[in-house]
């Protein structure tokens, strides 16, 4: 059984960072690509960014230049680095899985249980 456990959320003011980690388990992690989502109240789950089994990284236009992802394999994790906070920014955030090395552009097979990301401004 595939977990994904986020952690690294919180309260930050806008134009500051925050780094969000993902510990996965119940599968080898190395051979999949992860992602990272995010949801507002009253909005559908929005694309972040993923990376594929030998760190390659795609990215929604709205956090380009601003969100990292990354990735390391024998620690089970992967890693959002998020700069320059914005308040549109603010959502839960969650940790997701894919059945693929290397392709993203599908629905994520699992799913972490989010954790809450706050940027005042």
């Known amino acids: 059984q595939v977990q994904l456990v986020e952690s690294g959320g919180g309260l930050v003011q806008g134009g500051g960072a925050l780094r969000l980690s993902c510990v996965a388990s119940?599968?080898?992690?190395?051979?999949?690509?992860m992602g990272w989502f995010r949801q507002t109240p009253g909005k559908d789950r929005e694309f972040v960014g993923s990376i594929t089994d030998d760190g390659r990284t795609t990215y929604a236009d709205s956090v380009k230049g601003r969100f990292t992802i990354s990735r390391d394999n024998p620690k089970n994790t992967v890693y959002l680095q998020m700069n320059s906070l914005k308040s549109d920014d603010t959502a839960v955030y969650f940790c997701v899985g894919y059945r693929s090395s290397w392709y993203t552009e599908m629905w994520p097979d699992y799913w972490g249980q989010g954790t809450q990301v706050t940027v005042s401004s």
């Open positions: 119940g599968r080898t992690f190395s051979n999949y690509a």
